[in-house]
């Protein structure tokens, strides 16, 4: 069965550097979603894209946080500068289109010492 | 202000009883609502979509009723097995729309079948 790849599995970083998430979603998807995961809680909506488009972002800390998808494929979160606060899991979900469940990923747990 | 509650975070339960795990919401008229299953370390896996004129799903031995007079859905697994245990989040699309993946997730309730 396809999945959504997400690399890297872990990442531990220090507060006030970068750090880059990537995701590689299931081929053929369309939409792809990134959403923010805080031990203990439900997944929470950073950015929506539709191809290459964002279509919401609305949710997405936009001093520190940006997301593209240059080719309408893959995927980049990145976060610059983190804070202890962004300790969580990041996850990546994709769709054939708008109307359909989307698939996650097994996502990237971030660590912010 | 807008809400969605599972009515708690920790459900246990004996082996071959049924799991029943609630849903609530405020301020929302969802269209449709999902069910998702949540294994430690791994990303949620979609299990059940249950639209607003919709009052019962079923697939296999799972059931989802949906009542948008009460603004509450109830998860249902059957013949519970310890692969069952797991935290299973409800979520909603808040915007009324169709896109299925722009989703509001409750917190979660971790469900735990006992041999």
């Known amino acids: 069965e396809a999945e959504v790849a997400q690399s890297p599995r872990y990442k531990i970083t220090e507060k006030s550097q970068a750090v880059a998430f990537w995701c590689d979603p299931i081929?053929?998807?369309?939409?792809l979603y990134w959403y923010r995961q805080i031990l203990g809680q439900g997944p929470e909506l950073l950015v929506q894209?539709?191809?290459?488009?964002?279509?919401?972002d609305s949710q997405l800390p936009k001093d520190r946080f940006s997301a593209e998808r240059l080719k309408g494929v893959d995927s980049t979160l990145k976060i610059q500068p983190a804070e202890l606060g962004d300790s969580a899991m990041y996850l990546c979900?994709?769709?054939?289109?708008?109307?359909?469940?989307?698939?996650f990923g097994n996502g990237t747990r971030l660590t912010v010492t | 202000s807008q809400k969605i509650e599972q009515n708690s975070e920790a459900l246990n339960i004996q082996e071959g009883k049924t799991a029943t795990l609630t849903c609530n919401y405020t301020?929302?008229?969802?269209?449709?609502l999902q069910w998702y299953r949540q294994d430690p370390g791994r990303g949620p896996v979609f299990l059940l979509l249950i639209r607003e004129n919709e009052k019962e799903k079923r697939k296999e031995r799972l059931k989802v009723t949906f009542d948008t007079t009460l603004k509450q859905s109830l998860f249902h697994i059957t013949a519970s097995q310890p692969a069952d245990s797991a935290t299973y989040l409800c979520a909603l699309d808040i915007a009324g729309g169709t896109s299925y993946g722009k989703l509001t997730f409750g917190q979660g309730t971790i469900l735990t079948v006992h041999p």
């Open positions: 979900a994709s769709s054939k289109r708008t109307g359909i469940p989307p698939t």
């Open positions: 081929s053929g998807h369309a939409t």
């Open positions: 894209f539709q191809d290459e488009s964002v279509v919401d």
């Open positions: 301020n929302y008229s969802p269209a449709y």
